[in-house]
């Protein structure tokens, strides 16, 4: 970096972004900004924090990016690409592996935002369909077209049935199936994260929709069992789809309301939704802003330290580091404590693991796994950044441990699918030491060679 101040690296990269915003045509919405600031003022945030200043405009923009597809039309898209075929006859419905058979976009990664809570869902996709009137269209206006749908508030299965209809209309082929595989993430309370720390962090769900030669789905139809069978080529299982196509609600936010939501917040939600060019009146959105707030509380600003307090000295006895003793000291490791946690930034979670380790005296009982968890879940219950939030761990658990101690955090940060980036399957991992792991390297590299792959 040699002599460029800190704070000319970020008017230099603040400056790229625009450039880069203005690019794919991102405004400023103050109506946005203005109702974000309420709910950060709902939450105890002091809106002119450094760290929070520009949240209402970083969400604004994350808002009416996640939301461009009411503003695209399919049409727009499909015109003009589509191809004649040679050789097929028309109103031919072609043999699996000759002219005229069926065609599969697999595993397409989207994202898409949940009508119920507003929370954003990962989805994979998969598109098949069979060319009618020797026509076929351009592979990428699959994709395109399925992302015009995905980037609405939606519902897994209207997402598909609309999918569905839009090709179908568009390209008027024989037929087109359509299957959606999604994952919204939710976020259990303290109680339930501590007394249950592996329980499941993900509702799953699949659904499918077609049309044509698709419509009929009971078991005997020839062409969804050839479309299943394509899918099973690349790693699908054909029995577990079908087996998991579901039905009724599938958002977490259906669960009771945890606390009463003040009334400025409820429309401040309620002026984002009509901003971005929602109907509040739909029926599947009219508790969409108390089913949002409900969650968004549970990041309200905290006395945790006070907290902390009262919940660590019920428990355990602080431990001092004795200089006497290293040579009987082993490091202790507590890997794969969940977490959950709500990005300052952008209002957008992430989710993750973290991986203790500390020195421990021969013969000592560790320190229990449920103990750590909870100041895990503590400081994941709030509007963080990452790195703040390992450091804080790190912090809080060293005069309890000793003063050893080093937390390793990796999570996967939605803001970085629901935004321009859409960097699918990226993460990010951060580190905090202090005591002797932050002047040993030969004990930070047992500890992190003592790391399991995760997969989040």
Not at 94 to 100: L, N
Not at 413 to 439: D, N, P, Q, W
Request: glycine fraction near 8%.
């Amino acid at each position: 970096m040699g002599g460029l101040a800190e704070h000319n690296c970020e008017v230099l990269l603040e400056n790229t972004l625009k450039v880069s915003c203005m690019k794919i045509g991102v405004e400023e919405e103050p109506e946005i900004q203005a109702a974000v600031r309420v709910l950060l003022g709902g939450l105890g945030e002091d809106v002119n924090r450094e760290g929070i200043k520009k949240t209402p405009l970083r969400v604004a923009k994350a808002l009416r990016y996640a939301t461009r597809g009411y503003k695209q039309n399919v049409n727009d898209i499909v015109e003009g690409a589509l191809f004649p075929e040679a050789g097929l006859e028309d109103d031919k419905v072609g043999e699996a592996g000759g002219t005229g058979g069926i065609v599969i976009v697999r595993d397409l990664n989207l994202y898409s935002s949940c009508e119920s809570c507003l929370l954003p869902f990962q989805v994979e996709c998969h598109v098949g369909y069979v060319p009618s009137r020797q026509r076929v269209v351009g592979l990428s206006k699959l994709s395109r077209v399925a992302d015009v749908f995905a980037k609405r508030l939606q519902d897994p299965q209207r997402m598909a049935d609309e999918i569905c209809l839009a090709l179908q209309c568009s390209i008027e082929p024989t037929g087109v199936a359509v299957i959606l595989e999604c994952l919204h993430i939710h976020f259990p309370t303290l109680e339930s994260t501590i007394v249950d720390p592996s329980q499941e962090g993900w509702k799953k769900v699949v659904v499918s929709s077609g049309s044509g030669v698709f419509e009929n789905k009971e078991a005997g139809n020839d062409m969804w069992t050839e479309f299943f069978r394509l899918l099973k080529m690349k790693r699908l299982v054909a029995d577990r789809i079908q087996k998991s196509i579901s039905t009724g609600h599938w958002c977490p936010s259906q669960a009771p309301s945890i606390s009463a939501i003040p009334s400025d917040m409820v429309s401040a939600v309620a002026t984002i939704l009509r901003t971005l060019g929602e109907d509040q009146l739909r029926k599947e959105v009219i508790g969409t802003p108390a089913r949002f707030l409900n969650w968004l509380i549970n990041f309200q600003t905290r006395d945790f330290k006070m907290k902390l307090d009262g919940f660590a000295s019920k428990i355990w006895e602080p431990r001092k580091s004795d200089g006497d003793m290293k040579g009987n000291m082993k490091i202790h490791s507590e890997l794969n404590l969940p977490l959950r946690s709500q990005c300052e930034h952008h209002l957008l979670p992430f989710y993750g693991v973290v991986h203790v380790g500390y020195f421990s005296a021969v013969g000592m009982t560790p320190i229990g796994k449920t103990i750590l968890q909870s100041v895990v879940h503590f400081y994941g219950s709030k509007l963080q950044v990452q790195e703040r939030l390992t450091k804080q761990i790190a912090e809080t658990m060293a005069p309890l441990l000793g003063g050893d101690i080093i937390v390793v955090a990796e999570a996967s940060h939605t803001c970085m699918l629901s935004r321009g980036v859409e960097k699918f399957g990226s993460s990010t991992v951060t580190i905090a030491v202090l005591g002797r792991f932050s002047t040993d390297p030969k004990a930070r590299a047992l500890f992190l060679e003592s790391l399991p792959f995760t997969e989040l």
